[in-house]
């Protein structure tokens, strides 16, 4: 049923959505990617991202240049209008930015990187699509700033996985920006006290804080994302937009304006031998808890 207000589907103007009911069929266009399956039904204008970049869909440069490309593609496809965002891998969505992009390499190096994870979040977050989370495993860090950044979280209800900007942890701290996206889902005090303790929630806390808007048995998710993407697609693109747009600018702006100062800050803080010291010393711990 259409939420209260929402016309039903058949007196919908067909003005309303976008070119995908000109087209002839094609039910299913596939983009052959590395690190990212991308899968188009053209009949209902929905997209799904799949990451497969194993073992833990870690944000390489590779992995943010292949996302932030596969999500321009889809915007500019006027058969795509909602994108599902989900990951191949059991038990882990995204175990967010790579270490490893981030220790003992050089300045330039740190800029190119640091520019990719901006370019992401500015297409994700800015994205005119309907996105939609669908969190099947683990998601600390940049994977929660991916679920983040989407209209909507579902997640998977197994208490084992957790999510949430843990980058206090590791010694390090959020950009602005991230900060800035969790306030707007969670709201300020839920996300000063998760961000000092650099907490992450398991699965049914997420739900109470509200960092995640429902949660389903895993088996369920991928149908309940359609379920949820067909009702917020049954709004006209354009008033939903401009309300997404309304909703995301200013903190959008903030970023663009502050770029390449975002960048410098990254490279410079990055740079340090102490925080050098910290991200090798979790690595470490990582492989450790492994044996
Ligand atoms: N980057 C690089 N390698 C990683 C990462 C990562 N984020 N996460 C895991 N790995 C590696 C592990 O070291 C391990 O490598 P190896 O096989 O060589 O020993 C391999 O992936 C598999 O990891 P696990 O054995 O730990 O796999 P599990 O299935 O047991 O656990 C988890 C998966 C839960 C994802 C676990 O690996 C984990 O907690 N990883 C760390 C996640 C994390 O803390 N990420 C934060 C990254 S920082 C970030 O995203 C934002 C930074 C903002 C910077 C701001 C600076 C100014």
């Known amino acids: 049923p259409c939420p209260p207000g929402v016309l039903s589907l058949r007196c919908r103007p067909p003005s309303w959505h976008r070119a995908a009911r000109q087209l ?16 188009l039904d053209e009949s209902s204008g929905v997209a799904t991202m799949k990451f497969k970049s194993p073992p833990v869909n870690s944000l390489s440069l590779e992995f943010l240049t292949e996302f932030s490309i596969s999500l321009e593609k889809l915007e500019n496809d006027r058969a795509c209008r909602g994108v599902i965002i989900t990951s191949a891998i059991p038990k882990i969505f995204s175990s967010g930015l790579d270490i490893m992009e981030m220790c003992g390499k050089n300045v330039e190096h740190y800029g190119e990187f640091w520019r990719a ?10 994205s005119n699509m309907v996105t939609v989370a669908a969190v099947n495993g683990s998601s600390p860090a940049g994977g929660c700033l991916i679920a983040l950044s989407c209209d909507y979280r579902i997640m998977a209800e197994n208490p084992k996985f957790s999510i949430g900007l843990n980058e206090a942890q590791l010694g390090i701290v959020a950009p602005f920006w991230f900060k800035d996206t969790f306030v707007n889902v969670v709201g300020h005090r839920i996300a000063e006290r998760s961000l000092q303790l650099g907490s992450l929630h398991p699965a049914p806390e997420a739900l109470q804080l509200g960092l995640v808007d429902e949660l389903v048995p895993e088996e369920k998710l991928l149908e309940k994302a359609s379920a949820v993407m067909a009702r917020w697609l049954a709004l006209p693109d354009h008033a939903r937009q401009l309300t997404k747009s309304m909703m995301r600018k200013a903190v959008l702006d903030r970023l663009v304006t502050h770029r390449e100062e975002d960048i410098k800050y990254f490279i410079n803080f990055i740079s340090k031998e102490s925080i050098q010291k910290s991200l090798r010393m979790y690595m470490e711990m990582l492989k450790k808890k492994k044996s």
């Not at 994870?117 to 500015?122: A, G, P």
């Open 24 to 39: 002839p069929p094609a039910p299913c266009r596939a983009f052959s990617n590395n690190k990212i399956q991308v899968d």
């Open 117 to 126: 994870v901006q370019e992401m979040w500015l297409r994700l977050y800015g």
